[in-house]
């Protein structure tokens, strides 16, 4: 009963939990780019280290989260155009967190998190609108046909596959050519009617993620909001296993949300995302 | 610091910021022809991926160019993710300089799906002629 108890407690504060998450998300992520600008890299682990082992409980500073923004910052100069969407999102988090060290004011580190989260789905939508081969649905279309979504449904209908793996055998033999020559392979469609179905998908998109910016903007708290929005993470992972981009999306949820329910619904999929990040599965 | 500046920066200031990074990603989508999958505007799956971008460099084949070398993987990529005439110079002088070549003529080509007639094809995106004697 006492566990239950704790448990809980545990998880009436979500901002302690969600940074908690955070952080795991962070050191695995950190750790997989470590490679990347390692020279400048090595100094800051070794000093974060260090500071944080003598000072963690001396300092009001957060060195750990410091060592994290700098992290990140490096990989951000170093690779301004190659990171990951993700890693931008990550930064304003740690810098979220960094202030909220420092005003202690949860109202205004939850107004800093809802906003970003408005922002980044958003930007998507405005994206998708603002792309010509993504509104005409031929960008699902031709994604769809080479096997790179929907590979999970896929293993239901095996002549897909098939057909799928037919897709890319040409293309890649057509990436061998000259492209002077004009060559144009013809796409074999894996389910019937797929140019429609992709053009509606298109647009259920746009609308299905407009719908969730909305929703936490206007209500951010509300039990319908986050199942929207948790919705929408479940939905990209099962149509391409974006690991990185929806544990973040999902710490973010998190932060914002109330009900104990939902909050244990995302520890799930973030914890869920960070193992498959560790056995190196999915797109992160 | 006034406390209502303080309040609006403390609330404000980080979206702000990154309302003005995806600002500047749209701007560089715009006039320097970056892949919406990359520069922190959010815009994967949005279209095909730049990977399919295709380098071609006639009498040269581009997997042996970039093979073992980090600055002509760099500056291929850098290439592939925004394919510009200023990138597109930039390999031209690179591969200059680094063969025997007297000219070069490098072309970048992007991938065009039309799902009305199910075709998946190439259009040449930008092309460049550099001679030796003009570096």
């Known amino acids: 009963m006492k566990?239950?108890?704790?448990?809980?407690?545990?998880?009436k504060d979500q901002i302690k939990v969600g940074q908690q998450l955070?952080?795991?998300?962070?050191?695995?992520?950190v750790f997989l780019l470590l490679k990347d600008a390692l020279f400048w890299k090595i100094p800051v682990i070794i000093i974060g280290l260090i500071l944080w082992f003598n000072y963690r409980n001396k300092t009001r500073h957060p060195i750990i989260w410091f060592s994290f923004l700098i992290l990140l910052s490096i990989d951000l100069i170093h690779s301004y155009f190659w990171v990951a969407n993700h890693h931008f999102v990550l930064f304003f988090m740690v810098l979220a967190v960094i202030f909220f060290y420092y005003h202690k004011e949860k109202e205004f580190f939850v107004k800093n998190i809802q906003l970003v989260l408005v922002i980044v789905v958003l930007a998507s939508v405005v994206q998708k609108v603002l792309s010509p081969q993504f509104v005409s649905g031929d960008f699902y279309?031709?994604?769809?046909?080479?096997?790179?979504?929907?590979?999970?449904?896929?293993?239901?209908?095996?002549?897909?596959?098939?057909?799928?793996?037919?897709?890319?055998?040409?293309?890649?033999?057509?990436?061998?050519t000259n492209p002077n020559l004009g060559e144009t392979i013809v796409?074999?469609?894996?389910?019937?009617?797929?140019?429609?179905?992709?053009?509606?998908?298109?647009w259920l998109t746009i609308f299905v993620e407009f719908i969730a910016a909305m929703a936490i903007l206007i209500k951010p708290k509300n039990t319908w909001s986050h199942l929207i929005f948790i919705a929408l993470i479940i939905g990209v992972l099962f149509t391409r296993l974006e690991t990185g981009f929806m544990s973040v999306l999902a710490i973010n949820g998190l932060f914002l949300c109330t009900n104990t329910k939902l909050k244990m619904l995302y520890m799930i999929i973030i914890l869920g995302c960070i193992a498959l990040i560790i056995m190196k599965l999915g797109y992160h | 610091m006034k406390n209502v500046t303080k309040i609006v920066l403390l609330k404000y200031g980080i979206p702000v910021f990154a309302i003005i990074i995806v600002a500047?990603?749209?701007?560089?989508?715009?006039?320097?022809?970056l892949?919406?999958?990359?520069?922190?505007?959010?815009?994967?799956?949005t279209e095909i991926h730049y990977a399919y971008n295709q380098i071609y460099i006639p009498g040269f084949s581009v997997d042996s160019l970039v093979k073992d070398n980090e600055q002509m993987q760099s500056t291929f990529g850098r290439l592939l993710v925004m394919p510009n005439s200023d990138n597109l110079e930039k390999v031209?002088?690179?591969?200059?300089?680094?063969?025997?070549?007297?000219?070069?003529?490098?072309?970048?080509?992007?991938?065009?799906?039309?799902?009305?007639?199910?075709?998946?094809?190439?259009?040449?995106?930008h092309e460049i002629q550099v001679k030796k004697s003009s570096l």
Do not use: C
């Open chain 1, 141 to 176: 279309y031709s994604v769809i046909n080479l096997g790179a979504l929907f590979k999970f449904f896929m293993k239901f209908i095996p002549e897909s596959i098939e057909i799928a793996k037919s897709n890319s055998d040409n293309l890649m033999n057509l990436s061998k």
């Open chain 1, 187 to 202: 796409l074999k469609d894996i389910i019937p009617n797929l140019r429609y179905r992709s053009q509606i998908f298109a």
């Open chain 1, 22 to 29: 955070l952080i795991l998300f962070l050191g695995v992520y």
């Open chain 2, 92 to 125: 031209a002088k690179l591969v200059l300089e680094t063969t025997h070549v007297d000219s070069i003529n490098v072309q970048i080509w992007k991938p065009i799906v039309n799902s009305k007639e199910g075709t998946y094809t190439r259009v040449l995106s």
């Open chain 2, 24 to 33: 500047v990603q749209l701007f560089l989508v715009k006039t320097k022809d």
């Open chain 1, 3 to 11: 566990y239950k108890l704790d448990v809980k407690s545990r998880w």
């Open chain 2, 35 to 45: 892949s919406r999958w990359k520069g922190g505007g959010y815009g994967m799956y």
